[in-house]
């Protein structure tokens, strides 16, 4: 059949713009690729070609507030490989084994694996800058050598529970490391190199270098003195009286600053793989939970006091040793009682029933409001992790008999820090406040402060006149009362003895008690209040203010000694008892001649130096008291020098 020239013409037009449009996809097509594609499809080629070597930014520095680096990074370099760039992997295998003292088996898995980067680890992850030179020197295709830093704590032990530690890796695993991981680690830079299939460098495209940036510096409240007295003091209690455990926390109670705070049993943090978990995961300030004891009596006294429940002075209370409640014997740890006696001396006694007639008059409601009003049953806020919040009563299961037992410090379970938050409120004018670590954060190229962290008032509890009351009646358990043993001359220490039996199985230990001691100093205007708390100490009578509150008050005296604190007058003179170190007042000995002094007792040991007959000057000066037998040294001139 023959086919029309019209036909045929239309056959034609038709094929002629088929050929036309396909042409124009693909020309379209090739447009859009070349210059609408060309910077994703050129990413993507280099991104395919490109291998990285990573460069790990600097942990920031930890230091205490004045500038004392506590947790910094050394270098510890660690072995990279790229798997293509391996030429020979038997050989490289083999070499690297006998320098990092590893398995060649174990090396020559990692480095034939199907990825783009391998480190060598564990045994070439941080290694000393002596081994990674060696690696260099072997000059291995496909091995390189990554810049890495390993995390170092100059004070081994030293803070080791809020430190914490960093892993391998240089994440921050535990402590102020962990809490503040983000913000210390920085961000990881690096080295992009380019290779074809085979792993041959690429010599036509440049390297691209990416700096890490480094993580910002933490200056924390702690005082680097204030922690050295405190870890020293542990230290000897550890030794003297081998506890199950021990703490101590020194707080700035006007602002809630830590400025001190440690646990027994502690570890170093950079051997922490050789420590029991149960060991580090543990801040026992923070996480541990138990009965307060005594020193749970301050709150009981500061509700008292607010509600114009109690005259110290003037309302009287005779305790026979015990007080019924509920038809159960509450009984005072005097067991033949104290007698009659004002409730100042009820609280110097620490007298049991004297506390539960506080907490009747209070009434269950009001007790328990000021117990939460003061932060119990809550966390704190400390900028740790792992606080606890403790155990109070369920408001429908308080009766009599618990609200008699929470009155003394018995039946309810608190943390350390809640205590010395809550007794800071008490004693500081009523303000309570969160405690925290973190001071601020630093820029380490600049030096210039990034943040800073201010005191966090959570509320008022009570007036600034009931907290005076508190701070006399506290001065006086130290001058007359149950915490006599933490009296330091001239610095008008306050505070509060505890002495709680430890639970277990729901019964009471026999012989096993937890020793307490809650102060602070100077009595009239406190700087700093200190906690300390001894888990079952061996060969000694078991009571807070025999173990405990001396502990407290040599950390307190010498911290204050530290922060350059100045000694006070006007404080109360401590009651003098059978027993007790005998102090004597240094007499004025200047312008007495040399043949007096000789001939005279003082109970002091005097050392003379110079050759005149007259005393000219003396060390220390008059009026200071000192233990007896204790070192005078005289100044001998002529008289008319005396008092130069």
Request: aromatic share 10%.
């Amino acid at each position: 059949m023959r086919v029309s020239a019209v036909t045929v013409r239309r056959r034609l037009i038709f094929i002629l713009i088929a050929g036309m449009l396909i042409f124009g996809i693909f020309t379209a097509r090739l447009a859009y690729v070349q210059f609408y594609m060309n910077g994703w499809l050129t990413r993507q080629a280099l991104d395919s070609w490109s291998r990285q070597i990573p460069y790990e930014a600097e942990r920031g520095d930890i230091l205490d507030r004045n500038g004392e680096v506590l947790a910094t990074n050394v270098s510890r370099p660690s072995v990279l490989v790229v798997p293509k760039q391996v030429r020979d992997p038997v050989k490289t295998a083999e070499k690297l084994a006998r320098v990092l003292n590893a398995s060649k088996e174990h090396i020559y898995q990692l480095i034939t694996k199907k990825a783009s980067t391998v480190y060598i680890k564990p045994e070439g992850r941080k290694i000393s800058n002596e081994k990674a030179a060696e690696v260099r020197s072997l000059h291995l295709p496909g091995v390189f050598i990554a810049e890495d830093f390993k995390r170092h704590y100059p004070y081994g032990r030293f803070l080791s529970h809020v430190l914490g530690f960093a892993g391998v890796d240089n994440q921050g695993l535990i402590g102020l490391e962990s809490y503040y991981d983000d913000l210390l680690k920085g961000v990881r830079g690096h080295v992009d190199f380019y290779s074809d299939a085979q792993g041959n460098r690429m010599s036509s495209l440049k390297d691209k270098y990416v700096p890490p940036k480094d993580g910002l510096d933490l200056v924390l409240t702690i005082d680097h003195r204030v922690q050295t007295i405190i870890e020293r003091e542990l230290d000897q209690t550890e030794q003297k009286y081998h506890p199950d455990n021990a703490i101590a926390i020194a707080m700035n109670p006007n602002t809630g600053e830590i400025l001190g705070i440690s646990t027994r049993p502690d570890f170093n943090p950079e051997n922490y793989q050789n420590v029991a978990p149960e060991i580090y995961n543990h801040n026992l300030p923070i996480w541990r939970t138990y009965e307060p004891g005594s020193t749970f009596k301050v709150i009981t006294l500061a509700a008292a006091l607010q509600e114009h429940l109690v005259d110290l002075q003037h309302d009287s209370f005779y305790d026979p040793g015990y007080i019924t409640v509920a038809g159960t014997d509450l009984h005072c740890w005097k067991r033949g009682g104290h007698g009659s006696e004002t409730f100042l001396e009820v609280v110097e006694n620490s007298c049991n029933p004297g506390f539960v007639e506080l907490g009747q008059r209070l009434g269950k409601d009001r007790l328990f409001s000021y117990i939460h009003k003061f932060g119990f049953g809550a966390k704190t806020g400390i900028d740790l992790e792992g606080e606890s919040t403790g155990i109070l009563f369920k408001e429908d299961k308080i009766g009599p008999l618990e609200a008699a037992t929470t009155a003394f410090g018995q039946g309810v379970s608190v943390t350390p820090i809640q205590q010395i938050a809550a007794v800071a409120a008490a004693i500081n004018g009523g303000y309570l406040y969160t405690p925290y670590l973190a001071k601020e954060w630093v820029d380490p190229e600049t030096g210039e402060v990034v943040s800073r962290n201010a005191p966090q008032l959570r509320r008022r509890v009570i007036s600034e006149e009931t907290s005076k009351k508190v701070r006399y009646a506290l001065e006086s358990v130290v001058a007359n009362g149950t915490g006599r043993n933490a009296f330091v001359e001239g610095y008008r220490i306050g505070g509060k003895t505890g002495t709680a039996q430890k639970v277990s199985g729901g019964r009471y230990l026999e012989n096993n008690y937890i020793l307490s001691f809650m102060g602070f100093a100077p009595a009239d205007d406190p700087q700093i209040i200190v906690y300390v708390a001894v888990d079952n100490p061996k060969g000694t009578v078991q009571f807070g203010g025999t173990v405990a509150a001396p502990l407290a008050g040599k950390i307190i005296s010498d911290s204050l000694q530290a922060l350059g604190v100045k000694k006070r007058t006007g404080g109360m003179e401590k009651e003098y008892r059978w027993g007790d170190e005998k102090m004597i007042e240094v007499p004025d000995l200047v312008g007495e001649d040399k043949q007096t002094i000789s001939e005279e007792y003082y109970d002091l040991k005097i050392e003379a130096e110079g050759t005149g007959d007259t005393v000219i000057r003396q060390q220390p000066q008059a009026g200071v008291k000192l233990k007896a037998g204790s070192k005078i040294r005289v100044y001998l001139g002529d008289k008319n020098d005396a008092g130069d």
